[in-house]
Structures are given as structure tokens and as C-alpha cells.
């Protein structure tokens, strides 16, 4: 039982870090999309791809905290 329990956890560390990193990725890329200077864009297009950015990030950001509560939660079940 809690060998299957920690296979699951194990699985779930994966998910959530390949999830934040990838959120990590395009915020970064979204943002250099702003701060490439284009004449093309508008206020409302600027402003959404900074939400989105600010979204993206919050999201890597919470998904890196459940790693972590999911780690913590890990090394209890080995000891």
C-alpha cells in the first residue's frame, strides 16, 4: 500500500514540475513578445498579454508549491 502511495506521489512531482516549468516557458516568451518593440500592437492586445503572463506565472508558481507539499508529504511516507 505504501509502496503504490508513493509511486502516485512520485507520479504526481513529475506532473506538477513539467506542468510549472512549461507555464514558466511561454510566460517568459509572452513577455518578450511585449517587450519587443512592434507598432502593430494595441493597448488592449498589450494588456492581455500581460495578464496572461501575470496568469501563466501565478499558475507555475502555485504548481511549484504543490511539488513542494507533495515532496514534504514524500519523505514523511519514507521514513
Known amino acids: 500500500m ?3 502511495k508513493a509511486k502516485q506521489l512520485q507520479n504526481k512531482i513529475t506532473d506538477y ?3 510549472a516549468f512549461i507555464l514558466l516557458a511561454v510566460s517568459v516568451f509572452l513577455y518578450i513578445g511585449v517587450l519587443l518593440p512592434n ?3 494595441t493597448m ?3 494588456y ?3 495578464g496572461t503572463t501575470v ?3 501565478g499558475l507555475s508558481f502555485t504548481f511549484f508549491r504543490i511539488v513542494n ?3 514534504k508529504e514524500l519523505n514523511e ?3
Open 48 to 50: 492581455t498579454i500581460m
Open 55 to 57: 496568469l501563466f506565472l
Open 17 to 19: 514540475s513539467r506542468f
Open 39 to 41: 507598432g502593430d500592437k
Open 44 to 46: 488592449i492586445q498589450m
Open 2 to 4: 505504501d509502496f503504490e
Open 69 to 71: 507539499k507533495y515532496k
Open 77 to 79: 511516507l519514507e521514513q
